[in-house]
């Protein structure tokens, strides 16, 4: 089993919500130890952080994608939830969770595969 | 916000050294994380904090960060360290993380 994995559908209307849901093995998702973060690539892009959590419920976001973005977790299924409000092609991208273990300043140390999202009618 | 600039490609002989910059305002006061990522793959973490290595990273990779640039040193390339390579940081004015531009390695 892969420490993290992301999934949820790959195929999502415009106009509708993107969510993805990342399992992490074991009981880390509710250690004081790491942050949880979604971070996307388009299509021939580059990397672009979407978001983190820690696990005592807080938050950071991108400000370019704050108004449309909530993370969330579920610490008794060891889950982290990423929700992507009013989608557009412009958001079609590998989402991936990975890891940060220290604080939201340190490196994503572990990644999950990535789960292709498509924004299509 | 703030902007990681890195060049868009490096090309290398096998057996030399490549070394990718990245650009940023005062980045060396930052904590520089760098990754390397192969096609249909997920990212890789190989420099933490500028110049710490996590297990399993060859030595072979190095950081440093000084000033308004931070280096990843990738000394006696390998084919397979052909790859796209990312800075990243944290923005602390702006609270976010913020991925360098990319740098794509070609092995010649």
């Known amino acids: 089993q892969l420490p993290v994995q992301e999934s949820g559908p790959r195929l999502v209307r415009p106009s509708e919500t993107l969510s993805l849901t990342c399992t992490v093995s074991?009981?880390?998702?509710?250690?004081?130890?790491?942050?949880w973060g979604w971070i996307r690539q388009a299509p021939g892009k580059g990397l672009e952080w979407i978001g983190n959590i820690y696990y005592s419920g807080i938050t950071y976001y991108n400000p370019s994608l704050k108004s449309r973005v909530t993370i969330s977790e579920d610490t008794s299924k060891t889950q982290v939830s990423l929700k992507l409000n009013s989608a557009t092609a412009a958001d079609t991208a590998v989402y991936y969770c990975?890891?940060?273990?220290?604080?939201?300043?340190?490196?994503?140390?572990?990644w999950g595969q990535g789960t292709v999202v498509t924004v299509s009618s | 916000s703030y902007v990681l600039t890195q060049p868009p490609s490096v090309s290398v002989a096998p057996g030399r050294t490549a070394r990718i910059t990245c650009g940023g305002n005062n980045i060396g006061s930052l904590r520089v994380h760098w990754y390397h990522q192969k096609p249909g793959q997920a990212p890789v973490l190989v420099v933490f904090?500028?110049?710490d290595r996590p297990s399993g990273i060859p030595e072979r990779f190095s950081g440093s960060n000084s000033g308004h640039t931070a280096t990843l040193t990738i000394s006696r390339v390998e084919a397979g360290d052909e790859a796209d390579y990312y800075c990243q940081v944290w923005d602390s004015n702006n609270d976010h993380s913020v991925f360098g531009t990319g740098t794509k390695v070609t092995v010649l």
């Open positions: 074991g009981d880390s998702i509710s250690s004081s130890y790491y942050y």
């Open positions: 990975a890891r940060q273990f220290g604080d939201y300043t340190s490196g994503f140390d572990i």
């Open positions: 904090d500028g110049s």
